[in-house]
């Protein structure tokens, strides 16, 4: 077995566990290259389906490819998806001019927060990664948060050789990372192993290309001419750019994810 075979049987057995342990329970689908392999993963925990909705929070921000390939995929895949928009708030004007923060909350978390509200679920998979951003370092596999999806990041407990706790309070809200462990340039991997199809905005045109994907005013492409998977995987191995460097909320406040996250962002 190795690393990728690990990672993969990891990520699978979390996948199950989660599965078997919450009766609600759906998948965050954000169309970008975590996600989709999150996605692959779950169709191979399940023998070719996924056995939960999955959810997409639409910001109506979104770089219009995403969308176009999340209509495609969803079909092809036969995916039972909740696309959600916080009408309410769009209707007040919240845009990224209110402030890249302030509209992230708004479109993103109280939207998805919406979501919860209204099916109920008890836990959400998602497919962050440790090594993606500071906040998401201190997350667990199974991180728990109160009944509006809070989280409370200075109080984690450990998870000690793979004893992952799933025991929690029954008004309480949990997220499952199965991904937490893998890191960027394993995602290139593993896509390459697997010839996961992903959208083509992570391939390199006229010199620049996406490492992260979001909404179309707050994300930016770097520069790169890396146009084939291999070419990605060697440019990662060398680069001291960071993956998110792209991202406009992150260059607003040093702490911007991580107080996006105590308030139930993604």
Same mark, same amino acid.
């Given at each position: ?82 696309v959600h928009i916080n009408e309410e ?42 090594? !993606? &951003?500071?906040?998401?370092? @201190? ?5 728990? *948060?109160?009944? +509006?999806? #809070?989280?409370? =990041? ?79 995987? !060697? &440019?990662?191995?060398?680069? @001291? ?5 792209? *991202?406009?909320? +992150?260059? #607003?406040?040093? =702490? ?11």
């Amino acid at each position: 077995m190795d690393h990728l075979d690990r990672l993969e049987a990891e990520s699978i057995y979390i996948l199950r566990e989660a599965y078997s342990k919450f009766s609600k329970i759906a998948m965050l689908w954000s169309i970008g290259k975590d996600s989709t392999v999150l996605l692959w993963l779950t169709k191979k925990a399940f023998f070719g389906h996924c056995p939960f909705p999955l959810i997409h929070i639409d910001t109506t921000y979104k770089i219009p490819e995403m969308i176009k390939y999340r209509d495609k995929l969803a079909k092809e895949y036969n995916l039972d998806l909740i696309v959600h928009i916080n009408e309410e708030a769009l209707k007040q004007g919240m845009g990224p001019e209110k402030g890249r923060l302030v509209c992230c909350k708004a479109l993103k978390t109280d939207a998805l927060q919406q979501v919860i509200n209204k099916y109920k679920f008890e836990a959400l998979i998602l497919g962050i990664r440790r090594d !993606e &951003e500071g906040s998401r370092s @201190k997350e667990r596999f199974f991180s728990l *948060r109160n009944e +509006d999806s #809070e989280w409370d =990041y200075t109080n984690q407990p450990p998870e000690f050789w793979n004893q992952f706790n799933t025991d929690f309070p029954k008004e309480s809200h949990v997220r499952v990372h199965p991904l937490l462990s893998w890191t960027e340039i394993d995602i290139w991997m593993y896509i390459k192993r697997e010839n996961i199809p992903v959208i083509d905005l992570y391939f390199a045109k006229n010199g620049k290309r996406y490492r992260s994907l979001g909404c179309a005013p707050c994300t930016f492409p770097v520069e790169s001419n890396a146009t084939t998977i291999d070419e990605i995987i !060697e &440019e990662l191995k060398n680069t @001291k750019v960071n993956e998110r460097a792209g *991202r406009a909320q +992150d260059q #607003e406040d040093a =702490y911007a994810m991580q107080k996006l996250r105590k308030e139930g962002y993604m």
